[in-house]
Each structure stands twice: as C-alpha cells, then as structure tokens.
C-alpha cells in the first residue's frame, strides 16, 4: 500500500489507536482524531500521559487505524511512526475543538488541549480473500 492510499485510508475512520512510551513502558489509548493534511491531530487534556510525552521536544509514537470485518476477517490496517508535538497556537487549538468532539472524557477533565502526529513512516495493510 502506497502513503498516499494508507492516509486516504486513515481519512475514512475516525478511530486509532496511539502507542507511546509511559514510565518507559509502551502505553496504548484508544482515540479519535482528524486528519489536517497529513498531520494526525488527536485532542487531550492538560494533564495527559501523551500531552506530557509531547512536551517540550515531542516524542516518536506509533499511530494505528483499521477497518476490519469481525466476520469475514477483510479490510485494512494503517500504521504510521512520526514525531508527536503539541499543538501551541490558539487559533489552531480553536479550529480543532470546532472539528473534533473527543468521545473518551474522563470525570473533571476538559479536552482543551491538541498534539500533532507527523506520520514518517507510513505503511499499511490490506487484508483480502485468499484466492
């Protein structure tokens, strides 16, 4: 599969999986996200596990999205490796509280927050019918 076929891919689902480092251990959380570009923008909260991976310097994580038939076992996986930053600038934090309502809320926490996802590299799967 192509980049450019694996994000389109990605731009036809609306939930992944994002894996990162916590306590030098590898940490995986479910997440829904936009694609800007090529960039996957997931939104957070201030006191997130990812958000602090973010700051200040970023840090590589691994991205995840599929589209799986449970019963016919078809469809496709996209992963991709980048550099997740934090998103800074207001106007960019605004946009993407306009665009993307994150469904995992937790008790007193406030999704204000947003980190940006650079995917290099990008690779995918397509899982077809043995023929």
Known sequence: MTRTEALALLGEVSLGRV???QRALPA??????????????????????LL???RPHGAVVAYQA????PVTHLGWSVVVTGYCRPVTGPAD???YARLLQPWPRLPGQV?????????????????VAAG
Do not use: E, K, N
């Not at 995986?28 to 997130?48: A, F």
């Open 111 to 127: 999704m204000d927050r947003a980190v940006r996802i650079g995917p290099h590299p990008v690779g995918g799967v397509r899982l």
């Open 93 to 95: 934090l605004a946009r």
């Open 52 to 54: 602090g991976q973010a």
């Open 19 to 21: 894996v990162f480092t």
């Open 66 to 69: 599929d589209a799986l038939d």
């Open 28 to 49: 995986v959380r479910p997440v829904d996200y936009l694609l800007d570009g090529d960039d996957i923008v997931v939104r957070t909260y201030d006191s997130s596990a």
